[in-house]
């Protein structure tokens, strides 16, 4: 099973909310990652977590606050967004026992919408 | 800076036709390549992957892709498409070792095939 899933699927909040986005996964792996994607482009990496701890931050804004509490548990804590934060973010997982295995199996996303 | 080439951004076949897809990136060193499709409403999934060994690796549904060294290419084969083939396709690779790192994508192909 290469399942992993995102809560909520859809989400509308103010400027001024603070939200937090969920995501989950029971295959064991030992990376978790949150992905934004906009309309019609590419995903493109915000955060990693190796072995629950925060290995990599592509510069992404303090507005978006990654919290990894267990190996399956990934949060996205969202607070004071912009409109133009409106995207689809995506949680992947990967990294399993087999040598090369550096695949990431993404869930379905939250669209996000901020007014 | 590391890029992903996907030098198609629509495509349009016919039912039974074969498809090829390419994909050229600019990383020097050792590679891990991964195609993704994204089908119409549903979440990013792994075709297949390829980070050492047989150049020819084959993935789910039929599809291929060949990894060309000297060419910085791995494109994506499928000898006769169907309607169901519809969707956009993403090239990716993880530059080095792999790693818990970030993919880079490329700009995606859209796919459709008409009856």
């Known amino acids: 099973d290469t399942e992993v899933t995102q809560t909520p699927k859809h989400l509308v909040m103010g400027m001024t909310n603070k939200k937090s986005l969920k995501c989950e996964q029971h295959?064991?792996?030992?990376?978790m990652y949150w992905y934004k994607q906009k309309a019609k482009k590419p995903p493109e990496l915000m955060f990693v977590?190796?072995?629950?701890?925060?290995?990599i931050n592509e510069s992404v804004p303090s507005r978006f606050s990654p919290e990894c509490p267990n190996s399956s548990l990934l949060n996205l804590h969202l607070h004071a967004l912009q409109p133009e934060d409106s995207a689809l973010y995506l949680c992947?997982?990967?990294?399993?026992?087999?040598?090369?295995?550096?695949?990431?199996?993404f869930g379905p996303g939250t669209r996000l919408t901020v007014t | 800076a590391q890029s992903v080439s996907q030098h198609n951004h629509h495509v349009i076949l016919s039912e039974a036709a074969s498809l090829e897809l390419g994909c050229n990136y600019s990383?020097?060193?050792?590679?891990?390549l991964f195609w993704y499709v994204q089908y119409p409403g549903q979440h990013l999934q792994l075709l297949l992957k390829?980070?050492?060994?047989?150049?020819l690796v084959k993935g789910i549904k039929g599809f291929e892709a060949e990894f060309i060294k000297s060419k910085f290419s791995f494109n994506l084969r499928k000898p006769s498409v169907q309607w169901s083939d519809t969707a956009e396709y993403f090239c990716?690779?993880?530059?080095?070792?792999?790693?818990?790192?970030?993919?880079?994508f490329g700009a995606g192909t859209r796919l459709a095939v008409h009856p």
């Open positions: 992947a997982s990967g990294g399993g026992a087999s040598p090369g295995s550096y695949e990431q199996y």
């Open positions: 295959m064991g792996h030992r990376a």
């Open positions: 977590y190796s072995y629950e701890k925060l290995s």
């Open positions: 990383y020097g060193g050792t590679v891990n």
């Open positions: 390829y980070f050492s060994g047989d150049p």
């Open positions: 990716a690779v993880i530059p080095g070792r792999g790693g818990y790192n970030k993919l880079i």
